[in-house]
């Protein structure tokens, strides 16, 4: 099973933009699809953006459209969300996740990191 670190996570201005990096260990990411969530104090956990390693196919919440990039770097099997434009609303940890099917990760299961603070100021 895939073991994953996010990092890149601070507090950042609104307007501002925030890159925050989920690093695999124990095994590549190939076949999976990786994905980011977050959960704002008092909310769900909601999803964010998919890539699929092998294909690269990605998808976005409606909210992150626009203003969000997810990406990969085999090299460094390492996935990337670049965050643009960042708003108070967007505060909130941000986990990655990884499965071989993104349904799994939307039920909560499958390799999930840590996750990483991000905090939007007014």
């Known amino acids: 099973q895939v073991q994953l670190v996010e990092s890149g996570g601070g507090l950042v201005q609104a307007g501002g933009s925030l890159t925050l990096s989920c690093a695999a260990s124990?095994?590549?990411?190939?076949?999976?699809?990786v994905a980011w969530f977050r959960q704002a104090p008092g909310k769900e956990r909601e999803f964010v953006a998919s890539?699929?390693?092998?294909?690269?196919?990605?998808s976005y919440a409606n909210s992150a459209k626009g203003r969000f990039t997810i990406s990969r770097d085999n090299a460094k099997n390492t996935v990337y969300l670049q965050m643009d434009n960042l708003k108070t609303g967007d505060t909130a940890v941000y986990y990655c996740?990884?499965?071989?099917?993104?349904?799994?990760?939307?039920?909560?299961?499958?390799?999930w990191g840590q996750g990483t603070q991000v905090t939007v100021s007014s």
């Open positions: 124990g095994r590549t990411f190939s076949d999976y699809v």
């Open positions: 996740a990884a499965a071989a099917r993104l349904a799994t990760v939307l039920t909560g299961a499958g390799s």
């Open positions: 890539i699929n390693w092998n294909v690269g196919g990605r």
